[in-house]
């Protein structure tokens, strides 16, 4: 067979269990923080001067909270070029949200343990937690208007 008839039935099954499985749904809604393993993540700061800046946090503690800020977890690693290109648009919606909003950057090199707790399966993989329940998510880049409207819708 030719290459190109390989690709096609890729794709057809592609479309199959995108169909059959839901792609675009995360099976982890609503999925609680508790039992997860605790690692070093980063907290996004806005600086006075309007720089932001990453302060490292325990996980656990960042995102295992009980007041109603939403907490957005990138899981992310270096050498990955999406999690690069998604990078400014958290970085706006930080400076956007302000104190309504943290944004936590978990390195999924490094925490191995914590990405597979949650079913992290492929990066950028964002989930976005409330009172230590994930209440949204996404996975891969998304335009601004996009988070923004997700995370109105949350609020």
Known sequence: MKLSVYFRLLAGL???????????NLP?????????????????????S???ILEKIGFLKAV???????????????W????????????AAKKKWGDKLDVVKVNVDDNQAIAQHLGVTAIPDVRIFSNGTQVGDF???????????????LQ
Request: hydrophobic share 35%; net charge negative.
């Open 50 to 52: 309007g720089k932001t």
């Open 80 to 91: 990955c070029g999406p999690c690069r290109q998604l990078s400014p648009s958290l970085e």
């Open 139 to 153: 996975v891969g880049v998304r335009p601004q208007d996009e988070i923004d409207g997700l995370l109105r819708s």
């Open 28 to 48: 982890t809604t609503g999925t609680s923080i508790a039992g997860a393993p605790d690692g070093v993540a980063e907290i996004m700061v806005v600086t006075s």
């Open 14 to 24: 592609v479309v199959i269990s995108c169909g059959l499985l839901g792609c675009n």
């Open 64 to 78: 295992d909270r009980k007041d109603q800020k939403l907490v957005l977890i990138d899981f992310w690693a270096p």
